[in-house]
Protein backbone atom coordinates (compact mmCIF):
# COMPACT_ATOMS: atom_id res chain seq x y z
CA UNK A 1 0.00 0.00 0.00
CA UNK A 2 1.17 3.42 -0.98
CA UNK A 3 1.92 6.39 1.49
CA UNK A 4 -1.28 8.23 -0.69
CA UNK A 5 -3.25 5.02 -0.35
CA UNK A 6 -2.44 4.68 3.59
CA UNK A 7 -3.24 8.79 4.13
CA UNK A 8 -6.04 7.89 2.43
CA UNK A 9 -7.73 5.14 4.94
CA UNK A 10 -6.38 7.61 7.93
CA UNK A 11 -8.78 10.07 6.41
CA UNK A 12 -11.87 7.93 5.61
CA UNK A 13 -11.93 6.59 9.44
CA UNK A 14 -10.77 10.02 11.01
CA UNK A 15 -14.55 10.27 11.94
CA UNK A 16 -13.96 7.66 14.80
CA UNK A 17 -12.02 9.62 16.37
CA UNK A 18 -13.38 13.40 15.94
CA UNK A 19 -14.55 15.10 19.08
CA UNK A 20 -12.61 12.72 21.29
CA UNK A 21 -9.30 14.07 23.15
CA UNK A 22 -6.21 12.65 22.81
CA UNK A 23 -6.59 11.06 26.44
CA UNK A 24 -10.03 9.07 25.06
CA UNK A 25 -8.06 8.02 21.95
CA UNK A 26 -5.61 6.63 24.07
CA UNK A 27 -8.09 5.32 26.45
CA UNK A 28 -9.80 3.24 23.75
CA UNK A 29 -6.75 2.41 22.36
CA UNK A 30 -4.90 0.86 25.49
CA UNK A 31 -8.56 -1.10 26.26
CA UNK A 32 -8.43 -2.57 23.06
CA UNK A 33 -4.72 -3.72 23.72
CA UNK A 34 -6.12 -5.01 27.01
CA UNK A 35 -7.96 -7.65 25.59
CA UNK A 36 -5.30 -8.85 23.18
CA UNK A 37 -2.19 -11.04 24.20
CA UNK A 38 -2.36 -10.33 27.51
CA UNK A 39 -1.06 -12.90 30.01
CA UNK A 40 -1.81 -13.67 33.57
CA UNK A 41 0.97 -13.32 36.22
CA UNK A 42 1.63 -14.98 39.49
CA UNK A 43 2.90 -12.38 42.04
CA UNK A 44 4.93 -13.44 44.86
CA UNK A 45 2.96 -11.38 47.77
CA UNK A 46 3.92 -11.15 51.60
CA UNK A 47 1.00 -12.30 54.26
CA UNK A 48 0.49 -9.21 55.57
CA UNK A 49 -0.09 -7.20 52.52
CA UNK A 50 -2.35 -10.35 50.72
CA UNK A 51 -4.05 -9.26 54.08
CA UNK A 52 -4.67 -5.70 52.93
CA UNK A 53 -5.43 -6.89 49.60
CA UNK A 54 -8.24 -9.16 50.48
CA UNK A 55 -9.57 -6.74 53.40
CA UNK A 56 -9.61 -3.36 50.79
CA UNK A 57 -6.85 -1.20 51.80
CA UNK A 58 -4.31 -2.16 49.19
CA UNK A 59 -5.70 -1.51 45.77
CA UNK A 60 -2.36 -1.05 44.11
CA UNK A 61 0.42 -4.18 43.82
CA UNK A 62 3.80 -2.27 43.15
CA UNK A 63 6.85 -3.82 40.98
CA UNK A 64 10.03 -2.80 40.08
CA UNK A 65 10.12 -3.15 36.78
CA UNK A 66 7.36 -3.29 33.94
CA UNK A 67 6.42 -6.59 32.94
CA UNK A 68 7.85 -7.72 29.08
CA UNK A 69 3.81 -8.51 28.65
CA UNK A 70 0.56 -6.78 29.97
CA UNK A 71 -0.88 -8.50 32.17
CA UNK A 72 -4.73 -8.94 32.75
CA UNK A 73 -5.05 -11.15 36.02
CA UNK A 74 -2.56 -11.40 39.10
CA UNK A 75 -2.88 -14.84 41.08
CA UNK A 76 -1.91 -14.23 44.87
CA UNK A 77 0.58 -16.27 45.83
CA UNK A 78 1.32 -15.56 49.75
CA UNK A 79 4.39 -16.36 50.87
CA UNK A 80 5.59 -18.08 54.10
CA UNK A 81 4.41 -19.72 55.79
CA UNK A 82 1.44 -20.28 53.75
CA UNK A 83 3.41 -21.01 50.55
CA UNK A 84 -0.23 -21.05 48.15
CA UNK A 85 -1.93 -19.30 45.67
CA UNK A 86 -4.77 -17.34 48.10
CA UNK A 87 -6.74 -15.55 45.52
CA UNK A 88 -6.50 -13.40 42.21
CA UNK A 89 -7.25 -10.28 41.00
CA UNK A 90 -8.03 -8.27 37.59
CA UNK A 91 -5.82 -5.45 36.74
CA UNK A 92 -7.52 -2.31 36.24
CA UNK A 93 -4.28 -0.43 35.40
CA UNK A 94 -0.69 -0.31 35.41
CA UNK A 95 0.81 2.93 36.09
CA UNK A 96 5.04 3.68 35.55
CA UNK A 97 6.52 6.78 36.26
CA UNK A 98 8.78 8.18 39.03
CA UNK A 99 8.49 6.58 42.39
CA UNK A 100 7.52 9.95 43.91
CA UNK A 101 4.40 10.31 40.99
CA UNK A 102 3.48 6.94 41.56
CA UNK A 103 3.36 7.75 45.00
CA UNK A 104 0.90 10.78 44.78
CA UNK A 105 -1.10 8.40 42.68
CA UNK A 106 -2.07 5.84 44.71
CA UNK A 107 -0.77 6.45 48.74
CA UNK A 108 -4.95 6.56 49.38
CA UNK A 109 -5.08 3.05 48.76
CA UNK A 110 -1.77 1.79 48.95
CA UNK A 111 -1.89 -0.83 51.67
CA UNK A 112 1.39 0.32 53.00
CA UNK A 113 3.36 3.00 54.35
CA UNK A 114 5.36 5.43 52.92
CA UNK A 115 8.43 4.60 54.61
CA UNK A 116 8.47 1.10 53.57
CA UNK A 117 7.98 2.22 49.68
CA UNK A 118 10.47 4.94 49.87
CA UNK A 119 12.74 2.16 50.85
CA UNK A 120 11.73 -0.43 48.35
CA UNK A 121 12.17 2.02 45.96
CA UNK A 122 15.16 3.45 46.70
CA UNK A 123 17.67 4.03 44.27
CA UNK A 124 15.17 3.43 41.52
CA UNK A 125 14.39 5.70 38.73
CA UNK A 126 11.15 3.91 37.81
CA UNK A 127 7.95 2.65 40.04
CA UNK A 128 5.29 0.41 38.69
CA UNK A 129 1.87 0.60 40.37
CA UNK A 130 -0.63 -2.44 39.61
CA UNK A 131 -4.33 -1.38 40.39
CA UNK A 132 -6.09 -4.02 41.15
CA UNK A 133 -9.86 -4.74 41.09
CA UNK A 134 -12.60 -7.65 41.04
CA UNK A 135 -10.34 -9.40 43.94
CA UNK A 136 -11.42 -12.92 44.87
CA UNK A 137 -10.06 -14.82 47.90
CA UNK A 138 -10.13 -18.65 46.99
CA UNK A 139 -12.35 -20.81 50.01
CA UNK A 140 -9.32 -23.14 49.63
CA UNK A 141 -5.55 -21.83 48.54
CA UNK A 142 -4.07 -23.95 45.69
CA UNK A 143 -0.78 -25.06 45.58
CA UNK A 144 1.24 -24.00 42.41
CA UNK A 145 1.27 -27.34 40.49
CA UNK A 146 -2.44 -26.54 40.20
CA UNK A 147 -1.20 -24.07 37.43
CA UNK A 148 1.82 -25.94 36.31
CA UNK A 149 4.33 -24.03 38.55
CA UNK A 150 7.19 -25.54 39.73
CA UNK A 151 8.41 -23.25 42.13
CA UNK A 152 7.45 -19.72 43.42
CA UNK A 153 8.64 -16.35 41.86
CA UNK A 154 11.23 -14.11 43.41
CA UNK A 155 8.68 -11.22 41.87
CA UNK A 156 6.14 -12.64 39.86
CA UNK A 157 6.27 -15.43 36.74
CA UNK A 158 3.69 -15.54 33.82
CA UNK A 159 1.27 -18.67 33.49
CA UNK A 160 2.02 -21.02 31.46
Known sequence: MS???KIKNVE???WLTEGLSNEEVISIVGS???SVNTKIALFSIRPEYVEQIFNGNKKFEYRKQTSRFPISKILIYETTPIMKIVGEA???EVL???PEVIWKRTKECA???QNFYNQYFRGRHTAVAYQLKNVIKY???KELSDFGIKRAPQS???LP
Open 3 to 5: LQE
Open 12 to 14: STS
Open 111 to 113: GVS
Open 32 to 34: TRK
Open 139 to 141: DSP
Open 90 to 92: EVE
Open 156 to 158: FCY
Open 96 to 98: VDT
